[in-house]
């Protein structure tokens, strides 16, 4: 195993080596003192053109959507009252347990339809977790 493994390293040495030697060479590019002369350019943003390549301070025009427009539902902190474990699905493998604090939960919510029990994710030090809130 180490004859082919000391072999490995000699073949790959050699490869690169053979690579280096066969590049091309690199020239250094001469400066020339021609120059381009600008084509003109013709934007159009909300029906206005300019012709001489600038484009207005007003690119997007109004916003379609202005603050205050959405729907932002503030999420209640969920409050654990004793050590509870949290679980990686409902019903899943708990990997972790919390004391008794205030819990950040991202709202989604699951209810087991055998048991009927609830399951809310939640923000943890692990990343997502989920809790059962019967067994709070």
């Known amino acids: ?9 000699a ?6 080596l053979a690579a280096a030697a ?6 250094p590019a001469t400066e020339t003192t021609e ?3 600008p084509s003109t350019i ?6 206005n053109t300019n012709t001489d390549g600038t484009v207005s301070d007003n690119v997007y025009g109004e916003p379609i959507v202005a603050p205050g ?7 209640l902190p969920l409050e654990l009252n004793r050590v509870t474990y949290f679980y990686d699905a409902p019903n899943g493998t708990p990997f972790g347990a ?7 939960v991202t709202g ?3 209810t087991d339809l055998n048991t009927g029990d609830v399951w809310v994710e939640i923000y943890t030090w692990k990343g997502l977790g989920w809790v059962n809130m019967g067994m709070m």
Do not use: C, H, N, W
Request: net charge negative; aromatic share 4%; proline share 4%.
């Open 108 to 110: 989604d919510r699951v």
């Open 42 to 47: 013709s934007v159009s943003v909300d029906g």
């Open 1 to 9: 195993m180490k004859k082919m493994i000391s072999f490995t390293a």
């Open 22 to 27: 066969s590049a091309q060479e690199v020239t």
């Open 69 to 75: 427009d959405g729907i932002d539902l503030p999420l």
């Open 98 to 104: 919390l004391s008794p604090q205030y819990v950040s």
């Open 11 to 16: 073949l790959a040495l050699t490869a690169s």
């Open 35 to 37: 120059t381009e002369t």
